[in-house]
């Protein structure tokens, strides 16, 4: 590899505050933090959101319910109204 061209890669703390979640990803981020665990200091990064913490990953998305608006729509219109050009 050539020198000086490449960023610099190394261990980050990324902070997910969504879900008060720590996690250590070798990355190229820059950041001005540190934070220390177990001894050691690593770079910080904060995250808003991260697998720790999405609705899709979790298991705590939306569906549609009985409620919901497709449920509105098929109640309001019905299927048979889809139909009605045969």
């Given at each position: 590899?050539?020198?000086?061209?490449?960023?610099?890669?190394?261990?980050?703390?990324?902070?997910?505050?969504?879900?008060?979640?720590?996690?250590?990803?070798?990355?190229?981020?820059?950041?001005?933090?540190?934070?220390?665990?177990?001894?050691?200091?690593?770079p910080?990064?904060t995250?808003?959101?991260?697998?720790?913490?999405?609705?899709?990953?979790?298991?705590?998305q939306?569906?549609?319910?009985?409620?919901?608006?497709?449920?509105?729509?098929?109640?309001r219109?019905?299927?048979?109204?889809?139909?009605?050009?045969?």
């Amino acid at each position: 590899m050539k020198k000086n061209i490449h960023p610099n890669y190394r261990t980050v703390a990324f902070h997910d505050l969504g879900a008060d979640k720590l996690i250590l990803v070798r990355s190229t981020a820059e950041t001005d933090r540190t934070m220390e665990i177990d001894g050691t200091t690593y770079p910080y990064m904060t995250l808003d959101v991260s697998s720790y913490s999405h609705p899709f990953y979790t298991g705590k998305q939306k569906t549609s319910t009985s409620d919901g608006r497709v449920a509105q729509f098929n109640k309001r219109f019905g299927r048979s109204s889809l139909k009605r050009g045969k």
